[in-house]
T-cell receptor, first 112, second 116 residues
Framework: GENVEQHPSTLSVQEGDSAVIKCTYSDSASNYFPWYKQELGKGPQLIID?????GEKKDQRIAVTLNKTAKHFSLHITETQPEDSAVYFC???????????FGAGTTVTVRA | SAVISQKPSRDICQRGTSLTIQCQVD?????MFWYRQQPGQSLTLIAT?????????ESGFVIDKFPISRPNLTFSTLTVSNMSPEDSSIYLCSVTPTGTVNTEAFFGQGTRLTVV
């Protein structure tokens, strides 16, 4: 089955700086890679995703890159704000089964 | 996206008892899943809830412990049976809406279960 590794486990950044979270996956059949943000006491919220036929996708301050050859993908948050503080999860799936395999999560703290 | 309601949002239960968690979606969805998130951990898939048939369980999860129903395209239940403190977790319902192109999955707010 799919194995997703996520690094770092914790990340502390100064407000206004950038944050980068990296994930690797094992199953070459995986073709869909979402990122979720989970705030304390809430369910995971889909913030951005990328499919395997695209190398990069951007949505305002958030971007995701995918290197299918190396089997890794990354989340980039620019101009971080205190409200970006949360736990971020990467995930991977092959679209024909819809089952998500999650990374271990990254706790991001943005210092004011 | 889809609006997902889970009930209850939290509960404290005695060991040996069972709890049924409900997941209601505001529109028809193709896929419904149940995940477990142990304290401070990531999400682990328990099973796929199949409409009108038995759920498909992942390795390490069995129907006797986690019976699941899905009577229609908008509703599912997960029961945690014969609970022990090790079952204390957040249980999350996830759906992939009908017609979704990108396999987008959305989550409910979760049910926070504490077994004492």
């Amino acid at each position: 089955g799919e194995n997703v590794e996520q690094h770092p486990s914790t990340l502390s950044v100064q407000e206004g700086d950038s944050a980068v979270i990296k994930c690797t996956y094992s199953d070459s059949a995986s073709n869909y890679f979402p990122w979720y943000k989970q705030e304390l006491g809430k369910g995971p919220q889909l913030i951005i995703d990328i499919r395997s036929n695209v190398g990069e996708k951007k949505d305002q301050r958030i971007a995701v890159t995918l290197n299918k050859t190396a089997k890794h993908f990354s989340l980039h948050i620019t101009e971080t704000q205190p409200e970006d503080s949360a736990v971020y999860f990467c995930a991977a799936t092959a679209s024909d089964d819809y089952k998500l395999s999650f990374g271990a999560g990254t706790t991001v703290t943005v210092r004011a | 996206s889809a609006v997902i309601s889970q009930k209850p949002s939290r509960d404290i239960c005695q060991r040996g008892t069972s709890l049924t968690i409900q997941c209601q979606v505001d529109s028809q969805v193709t896929m419904m899943f149940w995940y477990r998130q142990q304290p401070g951990q990531s999400l682990t898939l328990i099973a796929t809830a199949n409409q009108g048939s038995e759920a498909t369980y992942e390795s390490g999860f069995v129907i006797d412990k986690f019976p699941i129903s899905r009577p229609n395209l908008t509703f599912s239940t997960l029961t945690v049976s014969n609970m022990s403190p090790e079952d204390s977790s957040i249980y999350l319902c996830s759906v992939t809406p009908t017609g979704t192109v990108n396999t987008e999955a959305f989550f409910g707010q979760g049910t926070r279960l504490t077994v004492v």
